[in-house]
């Protein structure tokens, strides 16, 4: 092998004592010569060499990432804000002017956590809700499969967001990975079945 | 503009720059370049596992790129790519404990093959061939390796390597035809 060059197929050399037939020599060449991992794999090992410092600095160049990424993440980020925003207002009507600003500036990264936790009951809660919608009609009309199947989708696409974020934050942490694979994988079999997904906009 | 910058140079200039100042850029221009590629053929030496193929296409670029250095251009880049490759789909298969420098007694075909009215391809015959006369088709037959090269890589001698060659066609000839057959 020189360069990726085959110089040597179909045998023949050194005295091979069965040769291919110039069939299987062809099925030998049109086989595919490439192959495209899944989209994160260039994240993942680039952070691995950034943290042991075989490379050092971070450009924008190569980091854009596909646009069917964007899409999801900024559907989940979407939704998340979305959540979050909500449950922000009712808690800001529920005070006065001089006490929210004294608790936002008392609390700030304290409540990330907090918002976190918000956001992922919101996000369960409207699950639940989306169950009992989708157990609740034996036979759909066409909009309401139509409803629940966005709902669906907005859900994965939110769970997808989050896991890919978690990744960003603990690039370690195997099972978060293992997470990421499995829904990256099943992203890829549903794109390749269904083709273009809806967006839904907020 | 810095990805059209970076994919005009050559791999070794993207390589120094790795080694010279860890240029995030240059590596992932490299990456881009020779990944396909090298997925492909894990992905064939894995029988088509893809999750065993990221793995090892990760390995080899940790490897690779914190190998840099000491790689003298005395062959292709992605020769060399490859080669760290096959290093660590023989790390794996030895971990795994499985065969590829041999294959002894009978084996069995799995899968689809099996089922009568079924017909298959070459890239799936490839994939029902146990490891070891899957790796020795992909490397000799598809890669194009000497049976020299093929023997310093594997550590195996210029005479089994033929003689796996020898029955790993008989195999994939043997798959091929009854899946022909029953088509």
């Known amino acids: 092998m020189d360069g990726g060059t085959p110089r040597n197929k179909g045998g023949g050399d050194m005295g091979d004592d069965i040769e291919l037939t110039p069939e299987e020599k062809m099925a030998f060449d049109n086989l595919p010569r490439e192959a495209s991992p899944s989209e994160f794999l260039e994240e993942r090992i680039v952070r691995a060499l950034r943290k042991d410092g075989t490379l050092r600095g971070s450009t924008d160049a190569g980091r854009r990432l596909r646009p069917w990424v964007v899409a999801v993440a900024s559907m989940a980020a979407s939704v998340v804000l979305f959540g979050s925003g909500l449950l922000l207002g009712q808690w800001m009507g529920a005070r006065n002017a001089e006490q929210v600003l004294l608790a936002v500036r008392e609390q700030d990264e304290a409540q990330v956590a907090q918002r976190i936790q918000e956001a992922g009951s919101a996000y369960v809660t409207a699950l639940v809700a989306l169950g009992k919608l989708r157990a609740g009609v034996a036979e759909p009309s066409a909009q309401a499969a139509s409803e629940i199947r966005q709902g669906r989708e907005v859900a994965l696409g939110a769970l997808y967001g989050a896991v890919v974020e978690l990744a960003r934050i603990t690039p370690g942490d195997p099972h978060i990975s293992q997470l990421l694979q499995i829904l990256e994988e099943r992203k890829f079999q549903e794109t390749g079945i269904v083709g273009a997904r809806k967006t839904v906009w907020f | ?183």
């Open chain 2, 1 to 183: 503009m810095p990805d059209t910058m970076t994919d005009e140079l050559s791999d070794r200039e993207l390589a120094d720059r790795v080694v010279s100042s860890g240029d995030e850029a240059a590596f992932r221009a490299l990456y881009r370049r020779h990944t396909p590629t090298a997925y492909r053929f894990v992905l064939r030496l894995t029988g088509g596992d893809a999750v065993e193929a990221e793995d090892l296409v990760q390995e080899t670029w940790l490897r690779a790129a914190r190998g840099l250095a000491r790689f003298r251009w005395t062959s292709a880049f992605r020769t060399w790519l490859m080669g760290i490759a096959l290093n660590q789909f023989r790390e794996l298969a030895r971990r795994n404990g499985r065969r590829i420098t041999a294959v002894e007694g009978e084996w069995e075909v799995l899968g689809d093959a099996a089922e009568p009215g079924c017909r298959i391809d070459l890239e799936r015959a490839l994939e029902l061939l146990p490891p070891g006369f899957r790796t020795i088709l992909v490397l000799h037959d598809v890669e194009g390796f000497t049976h020299r090269e093929i023997g310093e890589r594997l550590g195996i001698s210029d005479g089994t390597c033929k003689s796996q060659l020898h029955e790993a066609r008989k195999a994939m000839r043997g798959l091929l035809n009854v899946g022909l057959e029953t088509a």
